[in-house]
């Protein structure tokens, strides 16, 4: 195993930071690396809004639930998917934006996430902590309003980062057998993969919850996806200028 498959592997969300400041020459180098990544047509569609202000800090946790690192982490960047860019270019060259396509929505979402997901390994390869915040996808208008994003731009989620002050094991994943199929997708090794996963997930919550949490995937799955999640997501959507045609 090389470092960056060691380091891959360790990654777990930290949610508990030191007060350790982070550079801005760092900040700015670990979003260039997400800059870095792959980009469909090379439309580059991440924006990424750094925020300081600690009342839109309180705002944006409160967003999120209430979530304390919201406005705690030393550092708090809001990624966001952003087709304005284009458009801008489009009115350059003289060309006609053709707003609301669901594959350019598709593009500038799978955009953020691996701009995201670069930073995220090269803040963990300096020895910072990261947390994902899809929860300010509670009240995305607000977050919006907040971060004054233009027609054409939505706040995917947020990104906590800082120096860990926690150490929280790795969680367990499926095993590879449930995800990785050969020719063809096979749903006896999906089964076969959950009934071998739920039992260490369930002790997984129980050591590190110390013994409050019983439960496992199945179950967790079943409470997400057995009920409505976020119902006003298409309507905000549509109203930023991603209709889904
Ligand atoms: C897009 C995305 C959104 C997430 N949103 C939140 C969040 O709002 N709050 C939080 O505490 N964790 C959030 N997480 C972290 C996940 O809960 C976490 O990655 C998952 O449980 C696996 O744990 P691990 O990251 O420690 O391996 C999010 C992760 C992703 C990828």
Not at 16 to 25: I, L, N, W
Not at 49 to 61: C, F, M, W, Y
Not at 217 to 227: N, R
Request: glycine share 8%.
């Amino acid at each position: 195993m090389n470092q960056t498959i060691a380091l891959l592997k360790s990654h777990r969300s930290i949610r508990k930071f030191t007060e350790q400041a982070v550079s801005d020459d760092l900040v700015a180098e670990i979003v260039a690396c997400g800059q870095a990544a792959a980009t469909s047509s090379n439309v580059q569609a991440t924006t990424v809004i750094r925020v300081r202000d600690p009342e839109t800090r309180a705002s944006l946790a409160a967003c999120a639930g209430g979530q304390p690192y919201v406005a705690d982490a030393p550092v708090l960047l809001m990624y966001c998917a952003d087709l304005s860019r284009s458009a801008v270019a489009c009115d350059i060259a003289g060309g006609e934006f053709h707003p609301g396509m669901t594959e350019h929505f598709m593009i500038a979402t799978i955009d953020v996430a691996l701009a995201a997901q670069n930073a995220v390994v090269a803040a963990e390869s300096l020895g910072l902590g990261i947390c994902y915040i899809g929860g300010i996808r509670n009240k995305p208008q607000e977050a919006a309003d907040l971060l004054k994003l233009p027609e054409q731009v939505y706040p995917v989620f947020g990104l906590c980062l800082g120096f860990p002050d926690q150490n929280p094991e790795v969680k367990p994943r499926l095993p590879l057998s449930a995800i990785l199929h050969e020719e063809h997708y096979c749903a006896d090794q999906v089964v076969s993969g959950i009934g071998d996963y739920d039992p260490v997930v369930r002790e997984y919550y129980k050591t590190r919850t110390g013994g409050t949490k019983d439960s496992n995937w199945s179950q967790e799955m079943s409470s997400l996806v057995g009920k409505e999640s976020r119902p006003h997501m298409k309507e905000f959507l549509s109203m930023r200028g991603f209709q889904m045609k």
